[in-house]
């Protein structure tokens, strides 16, 4: 049987963490991980959203070299808020008869009944659930437990977290600072060339 799974966020930019979150659930499910962008994240403002395509174009190249990844504009072709039950949806009309797989960080586990009809979410994927710094164990284990009692299937990866955000490196780079640490090479470069995230106007 195919299996897909689904990694969206706003990735601005993809960082190692991504990566190594990527990549743990690529090993865990034996899926295809599609890393999807978001045209709009519902829960972030858009203030410092660098444009789809150059959020798109550094999925391609981290995902260069792996075949268990690959970069995905759907949710960047149908605009308007990305919801994650649209793209599922889509994907298992792409794919069908697929295992479909929602990929996800300690972080969104523990708030994932608050999504967008949470119920066919559920019903949609399996829940993959990679830790990462910032969220207690206690909490990761409880929310698990709260998905299984409402009828979604939970796989918990074991991953020692890389601790890195998006919003971090932006403001390093918006600093004139470098960042390169926390990025996949290829990204660190795409970046320097377009002079992403730097702070407009000169200092």
């Not at 794919?95 to 009944?113: H, K, N, Q, R």
């Not at 971090?168 to 992403?196: F, K, M, N, S």
Request: charged share 25%; with cysteine; proline share 5%.
């Amino acid at each position: 049987m195919q299996r897909i799974a689904m990694f969206g966020g706003s990735f601005n930019p993809i960082h190692k963490g991504h990566m190594a979150l990527a990549l743990s659930a690529a090993a865990a499910t034996g899926a295809k991980v599609l890393l999807i962008p978001a045209y709009q994240p519902p829960h972030k403002s858009g203030a410092d959203l660098a444009d789809g395509r150059h959020r798109l174009e550094m999925c391609r190249l981290a995902a260069e070299g792996y075949p268990q990844l690959e970069a995905s504009d759907l949710e960047l072709r149908r605009a308007g808020p990305s919801f994650t039950v649209d793209t599922l949806t889509a994907l298992s009309e792409r794919y069908p008869g697929a295992a479909l797989y929602l990929v996800c960080g300690a972080d969104m586990l523990v708030t994932l009944w608050n999504w967008r009809r949470y119920d066919d979410i559920l019903k949609l994927a399996a829940v993959t659930a990679v830790w990462r710094p910032g969220t207690a164990e206690t909490d990761y284990a409880a929310a698990a437990r709260r998905i299984r009692r409402d009828g979604g299937r939970v796989l918990l990866v074991e991953q020692e977290g890389v601790a890195v955000s998006s919003s971090a490196i932006r403001r390093r780079l918006e600093a004139g600072e470098t960042a390169d640490e926390w990025l996949p090479e290829p990204v660190a470069v795409y970046i320097r060339q377009r002079h992403l995230y730097e702070r407009k106007g000169g200092v």
